[in-house]
């Protein structure tokens, strides 16, 4: 007797019912599923999806999950959402972690401490294989007090526990390029916008410490009322040098401690009928897309962000394919690993916005 069609609004719709209708075996459906196609043919694999499509069929996550020990999902706890920045960071992280099978949800910590160290408790790890952590705000002995069996990555200047892995770009290196880069061509005073001199290490006190040093190495003098304390998005980019020319400050140059405020005090340049570079010359840090499209298109430092996103995925994969406790009782550590801590090089990109 033969078997009646299966109706297309069948609710569940299991793997043999696929090999079924698709006239292979279950095996072959879920290498394709799966991803295991080395050894299926093109055709085959184009008549299992069509079925796939036909029937509605979908994979029961929860199940493989509970059969693997694993939720198959990458968390990512970043200081904002709205940030040209984090958000090219999380796409280039998505894209990669789905070539290896895995998810990248992407949290707002709104850079507060409690948030960040929150993040990191073992209640809400327990969603994820794997989490990877911006830090803005925690100190290491905020951080230290957590001993996670869940794999971390944490990213961001700041000082923390050896135990973790640790990725980061070379903020003092990236800083003295980008203003060398200015007095290299002519500029004798050049706002650092979003510089201090204070605090904990940070994107602003590194970034400063590197417009300090191309300063000395160069001889010329370090102006205090040039290093402007401000935030690093693009309004508070606009607003800071806005004052800055509403104050009268004697500038020729700025060095915009992100992309984000370079962009802003572009725009408030522009607004003041000052020419970039003729009047004064400009130079970003990020090398976010935006960058490249501003008028006039934005001389900057590239953190090496393809590298960067690179090397957070290879060492959260390194660490979910073990799952071998490291030193302290973090999951940090690979067998025959130590914990890794990696500064990422930086290079200028040279556009319109300079000389």
């Known amino acids: 007797m033969e078997r009646p069609q299966i109706p297309h609004a069948r609710t569940h719709v299991t793997m043999q019912d696929v090999a079924q209708k698709a006239g292979v075996s279950a095996q072959t459906v879920s290498n394709v599923v799966n991803g295991r196609?080395?050894?299926?043919?093109?055709?085959?694999?184009?008549?299992?999806?069509k079925v796939i499509d036909e029937l509605g069929y979908r994979l029961n996550q929860a199940a493989r999950s509970l059969r693997r020990g694993t939720t198959g999902i990458v968390g990512l706890g970043v200081p904002v959402l709205a940030s040209e920045y984090y958000g090219e960071l999380a796409e280039r992280l998505s894209h990669r972690?789905?070539?290896?099978?895995?998810?990248?949800?992407?949290?707002?910590?709104?850079?507060?401490?409690?948030?960040?160290?929150?993040?990191?408790?073992?209640?809400?790890?327990?969603?994820?294989?794997?989490?990877?952590?911006?830090?803005?705000?925690s100190e290491s002995a905020d951080l230290d007090r957590f001993h996670p069996t869940t794999p971390i990555v944490l990213l961001g200047e700041r000082a923390v526990p050896t135990r973790f892995d640790h990725v980061l770009m070379d903020n003092i290196g990236g800083g003295a390029l980008a203003t060398g880069h200015l007095l290299d061509r002519g500029a004798r005073a050049v706002v650092a916008l979003g510089g201090s001199n204070a605090g904990s290490p940070s994107v602003q006190t590194l970034r400063t410490q590197g417009y300090v040093t191309a300063h000395r190495e160069r001889g010329a003098p370090v102006r205090s009322d040039l290093i402007v304390n401000a935030g690093l998005h693009l309004p508070d980019g606009y607003e800071a040098m806005s004052r800055v020319i509403a104050d009268g400050t004697e500038f020729d140059a700025v060095f915009a401690f992100t992309d984000a405020s370079a962009l802003g005090a572009l725009r408030a340049l522009a607004d003041h009928g000052i020419r970039v570079p003729h009047d004064v010359q400009v130079v970003g840090f990020d090398?976010?897309?935006?960058?490249?499209?501003?008028?006039?298109?934005?001389?900057?430092?590239?953190?090496?962000?393809?590298?960067?996103?690179?090397?957070?995925?290879?060492?959260?994969?390194?660490?979910?394919?073990?799952?071998?406790?490291?030193?302290?009782?973090?999951?940090?550590?690979?067998?025959?690993?130590?914990?890794?801590?990696r500064v990422m090089p930086t290079r200028l990109i040279v556009r319109e916005s300079t000389r």
């Open 37 to 49: 196609t080395e050894r299926v043919g093109a055709e085959t694999i184009d008549r299992v999806t």
């Open 97 to 137: 972690f789905r070539e290896s099978g895995i998810r990248l949800v992407t949290e707002n910590t709104g850079g507060a401490m409690t948030a960040e160290v929150e993040s990191l408790a073992a209640s809400h790890l327990e969603t994820y294989d794997g989490f990877i952590l911006a830090i803005a705000a």
């Open 287 to 341: 090398d976010v897309r935006e960058s490249a499209y501003s008028v006039p298109r934005l001389t900057t430092v590239d953190p090496d962000n393809d590298a960067m996103a690179d090397e957070i995925v290879r060492i959260m994969l390194a660490r979910l394919q073990a799952r071998t406790p490291g030193p302290g009782g973090a999951a940090a550590g690979v067998a025959g690993e130590e914990p890794v801590r």
